[in-house]
């Protein structure tokens, strides 16, 4: 198969960051390219985390826009695009595992369209794996350029060859482009793009480069959009949420952000990710004066050891991150915080990781996302020595969530016999004639109740049982 590379990644491109503002550029597609996928299906594989569900929101709209239509079976559509993730090993191992069961579709269906996108193509050796021995993927595009996808579909539909165009340089703002949005009463909303933090282990800021904001005007006026449309609650999204702004020419910063979406009528707004380290006041002050801002915040610390962390690039302290949620829980005492951590960091010794354990029991968790330190190439961690085994490496996690799942039921227990509002979400799967939805403070919420005019609807809840992954309760007539 003939290959056409418009772009390849390089991890030197992706290092750098220069200090210009990156323009925003606004979508429009050609006329040529406007039925390109008429008559045909499409299904979107999406991994990773919620910018990638974003992103796969995007492209879906792109593509319906040319005419393609969501397949109704997804692993035998016209076109499969896998969205992938890059965050760690085990993530892109179930991705090749997926690229094996589509060969054979595609050997039974020789018509049928591969693409690979998003973060694993951003790497180097997996877009170089893919050109050497997956001959079976059509088209190779990366997190910069979902615009282009029309001008390269076409192109492989033409060519037939192997079309490869991943950037590794910052990438405009795209706005304007069209978005199919999986729910009609939750919304992503992104606000910036990229990381500029360089934690040491990880590969985000190689695979979404530089930091940049979108315009507050392109972002109001998308949730204004959202408020129109009758969505209730929205999710801002960044890999640091609270640096939004910080690369924009007027001065404007995320807790300008919150008191302004405040206004707009949605009902909730929540946020991730936020960096403990640009954690600021004014943020603070927004989730106490604010009502739509929900008394939850995901405030990743990755370890309880003051070495670890400084190994981790990751500028600040144990103690510097208890003063921090101690001062927000001042002003929002019945804030739920969750977290997330990262055992087995290269040389971590049983003392460095004592200390996450104790920051857990301090930090009073109500959840966690737990994972084994992962090996990613380019990333400055991945040089550095280790001399632990995967065994001592699999015992800390299991015994560092016994403690994370105890904050979870705590935080469960503590909404015992109260009446919550739950955002409904459709029925669960937690039994018959039941549905669920969260919480303001995000609690997994089930109740009997099979009315689905409920759906997109806050409901009061009365809490009856508090489990370790969820509640049940009972609806309020
Ligand atoms: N920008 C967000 C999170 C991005 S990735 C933040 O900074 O909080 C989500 C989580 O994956 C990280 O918080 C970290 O705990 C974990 N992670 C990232 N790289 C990893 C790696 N190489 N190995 C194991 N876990 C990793
Ligand atoms: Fe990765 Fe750190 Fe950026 Fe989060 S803040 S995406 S962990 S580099
Ligand atoms: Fe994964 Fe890329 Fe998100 S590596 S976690 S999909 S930014």
Same mark, same amino acid.
């Given at each position: 198969?003939?290959?056409?590379?418009?772009?390849?990644?390089?991890?030197?491109?992706?290092?750098?960051?220069?200090?210009?503002?990156?323009?925003?550029?606004?979508?429009?597609?050609?006329?040529?390219?406007?039925?390109?996928?008429?008559?045909?299906?499409?299904?979107? %594989?999406?991994?990773?985390?919620?910018?990638?569900?974003?992103?796969?929101?995007?492209?879906?709209?792109?593509?319906?826009?040319?005419?393609?239509?969501?397949?109704?079976?997804?692993?035998?559509?016209?076109?499969?695009?896998?969205?992938?993730?890059?965050?760690?090993?085990?993530?892109?191992?179930?991705?090749?595992?997926?690229?094996?069961?589509?060969?054979?579709?595609?050997?039974?269906?020789?018509?049928?369209?591969?693409?690979?996108?998003?973060?694993?193509?951003?790497?180097?050796?997996?877009?170089?794996?893919?050109?050497?021995?997956?001959? %079976?993927?059509?088209?190779?595009?990366?997190?910069?350029?979902?615009?282009?996808?029309?001008?390269?579909? %076409?192109?492989?539909?033409?060519?037939?060859?192997?079309?490869?165009?991943?950037?590794?340089?910052?990438?405009?703002?795209?706005?304007?482009?069209?978005?199919?949005?999986?729910?009609?009463?939750?919304?992503?909303?992104?606000?910036?793009?990229?990381?500029?933090?360089?934690?040491?282990?990880?590969?985000?800021?190689?695979?979404?480069?530089?930091?940049?904001?979108?315009?507050?005007?392109?972002?109001?006026?998308?949730?204004?959009?959202?408020?129109?449309?009758?969505?209730?609650?929205?999710?801002?999204?960044?890999?640091?949420?609270?640096?939004?702004?910080?690369?924009?020419?007027?001065?404007?910063?995320?807790?300008?952000?919150?008191?302004?979406?405040?206004?707009?009528?949605?009902?909730?707004?929540?946020?991730?990710?936020?960096?403990?380290?640009?954690?600021?006041?004014?943020?603070?002050?927004?989730?106490?004066?604010?009502?739509?801002?929900?008394?939850?915040?995901?405030?990743?610390?990755?370890?309880?050891?003051?070495?670890?962390?400084?190994?981790?690039?990751?500028?600040? &302290?144990?103690?510097?991150?208890?003063?921090?949620?101690?001062?927000?829980?001042?002003?929002?005492?019945?804030?739920?915080?969750?977290?997330?951590?990262?055992?087995?960091?290269?040389?971590?010794?049983?003392?460095?990781?004592?200390?996450?354990?104790?920051?857990?029991?301090?930090?009073?968790?109500?959840?966690?996302?737990?994972?084994?330190?992962?090996?990613?190439?380019?990333?400055?961690?991945?040089?550095?020595?280790?001399?632990? &085994?995967?065994?001592?490496?699999?015992?800390?996690?299991?015994?560092?969530?016994?403690?994370?799942?105890?904050?979870?039921?705590?935080?469960?227990?503590?909404?015992?016999?109260?009446?919550?509002?739950?955002?409904?979400?459709?029925?669960?799967?937690?039994?018959?004639?039941?549905?669920?939805?969260?919480?303001?403070?995000?609690?997994?919420?089930?109740?009997?109740?099979?009315?689905?005019?409920?759906?997109?609807?806050?409901?009061?809840?009365?809490?009856?049982?508090?489990?370790?992954?969820?509640?049940?309760?009972?609806?309020?007539?």
């Amino acid at each position: 198969m003939k290959n056409i590379k418009f772009a390849m990644p390089s991890l030197k491109d992706a290092r750098m960051r220069k200090s210009k503002i990156v323009p925003t550029i606004r979508y429009t597609v050609e006329e040529k390219y406007k039925t390109l996928g008429l008559n045909k299906s499409y299904a979107i %594989f999406t991994y990773g985390c919620q910018g990638n569900e974003a992103d796969s929101e995007v492209m879906a709209g792109i593509l319906e826009e040319i005419g393609y239509e969501k397949s109704s079976d997804p692993m035998n559509a016209d076109l499969v695009i896998l969205n992938t993730c890059a965050i760690r090993e085990n993530a892109e191992q179930r991705i090749w595992g997926v690229l094996g069961q589509l060969k054979g579709k595609k050997r039974e269906n020789p018509d049928m369209l591969i693409g690979i996108a998003g973060c694993m193509p951003q790497e180097e050796n997996t877009t170089n794996k893919i050109l050497e021995s997956y001959g %079976f993927i059509d088209l190779v595009i990366g997190t910069h350029n979902k615009n282009h996808l029309p001008k390269l579909l %076409f192109e492989a539909y033409m060519t037939k060859a192997k079309v490869v165009e991943v950037i590794s340089s910052e990438g405009e703002i795209l706005e304007d482009a069209p978005k199919v949005r999986e729910s009609h009463h939750k919304a992503w909303v992104n606000i910036m793009y990229g990381c500029d933090e360089f934690c040491t282990y990880c590969i985000v800021p190689y695979t979404r480069g530089k930091e940049r904001s979108r315009a507050k005007e392109d972002i109001l006026k998308e949730v204004e959009e959202l408020v129109s449309l009758g969505y209730k609650e929205i999710t801002l999204l960044g890999q640091n949420v609270n640096a939004y702004g910080k690369d924009l020419e007027v001065k404007y910063t995320f807790g300008d952000l919150l008191y302004d979406l405040d206004k707009t009528g949605i009902q909730r707004i929540r946020y991730t990710t936020s960096h403990p380290r640009d954690l600021d006041e004014l943020t603070m002050q927004a989730m106490h004066d604010c009502k739509s801002v929900m008394p939850h915040l995901h405030l990743p610390v990755q370890s309880g050891d003051n070495e670890i962390l400084r190994r981790m690039n990751r500028k600040y &302290t144990y103690e510097v991150y208890m003063e921090k949620i101690n001062q927000l829980r001042k002003l929002v005492p019945d804030l739920a915080l969750t977290t997330d951590i990262i055992v087995g960091f290269p040389n971590e010794t049983k003392e460095q990781f004592a200390n996450t354990l104790k920051l857990v029991q301090n930090a009073k968790f109500e959840g966690a996302y737990t994972f084994i330190y992962s090996k990613r190439e380019g990333t400055p961690a991945a040089s550095m020595p280790d001399d632990i &085994t995967e065994e001592e490496k699999h015992k800390r996690l299991e015994e560092l969530n016994i403690y994370v799942n105890q904050g979870y039921l705590e935080g469960h227990k503590r909404f015992l016999n109260q009446v919550v509002e739950v955002l409904v979400d459709g029925p669960s799967k937690n039994g018959e004639g039941m549905m669920c939805g969260y919480t303001p403070h995000l609690k997994l919420t089930h109740f009997k109740c099979e009315d689905l005019s409920l759906i997109g609807q806050i409901v009061k809840i009365k809490i009856t049982e508090a489990k370790t992954w969820f509640m049940i309760g009972e609806l309020c007539e």
